[in-house]
Nanobody, 123 residues
Framework: VQLVESGGGLVQPGGSLRLSCDVS????????IAWFRQVPEQEREGIAV????????EYADSVKGRFTISFDDTKTPVYLQLNSLKPEDTAVYFC?????????????????WGQGTQVTVSS
């Protein structure tokens, strides 16, 4: 199984980015794909998850209404649309997966992690 993130970069406050996570080698029927982010010396924060079985989503309060996780019928790539970005959104963003019908944002629930992509929000 491989998770490869792309789409990070530098953006001004109020701007938008779309992150992509290419998922390959995942053969389970029901699984969850989530996005986490991490700032140096802080714990990883789960921000969005989507469930393959029914496309149900869940978001952290810190991003609700601004970020959207999605996939199309092929279920790859998994997108994270980031709108109304703030400087405090600056972090390395990780795509993660687990072969379970999860809708939780606890890093301990996820065993598969991508390499991460840097998002920097600054003027």
């Amino acid at each position: 199984v491989q998770l490869v993130e792309s789409g990070g970069g530098l953006v001004q406050p109020g701007g938008s980015l779309r992150l992509s996570c290419d998922v390959s080698g995942f053969s389970f029927d029901d699984y969850a794909i989530a996005w986490f982010r991490q700032v140096p010396e802080q714990e990883r924060e789960g921000i969005a998850v989507i469930r393959s079985s029914d496309s149900t989503t869940e978001y952290a309060d810190s991003v609700k209404g601004r970020f959207t996780i999605s996939f199309d019928d092929t279920k790859t790539p998994v997108y994270l649309q980031l709108n109304s970005l703030k400087p405090e959104d600056t972090a390395v963003y990780f795509c993660v997966a687990e072969n379970a019908d999860l809708l939780r944002l606890d890093p301990a629930d996820y065993g598969l992690w991508g390499q991460g992509t840097q998002v920097t929000v600054s003027s």
